[in-house]
């Protein structure tokens, strides 16, 4: 969606509220997402429980020093420049493979 694309397009790092395993299609896509900066457990869950573990993953955030979320935004540029990049090319994949909720 468009909620989606709007940061990849500014070149910003983001965290999705979208449906479960959200990360993992738009990984199948070739996009990269922030794992190795954040954990990203929070894509395994749904609805409140979802939420409430991307409020923890923002406060840990919020908690970080200016100077390490600088530092972190930089070491970032290679992902950001990446999703940009698939994005603008629309060569990303558009075949996902759907995952069993029930697993």
Do not use: C
């Amino acid at each position: 969606t468009e909620k989606t694309m709007r940061p990849i397009m500014a070149k910003k790092p983001f965290l999705l509220s979208g449906s479960k395993n959200f990360l993992i299609y738009l990984r199948q896509m070739g996009f990269k997402t922030f794992n190795s900066y954040w954990n990203e457990e929070y894509d395994g869950f749904e609805g409140p429980v979802r939420y409430q573990h991307i409020l923890t993953l923002i406060d840990s955030l919020a908690k970080k020093p200016h100077s390490e979320l600088v530092d972190m935004y930089h070491s970032m540029q290679p992902i950001l420049e990446h999703n940009y990049k698939l994005l603008e090319s629309q060569s990303y994949s558009k075949i996902i493979n759907r995952i069993d909720y029930h697993e």
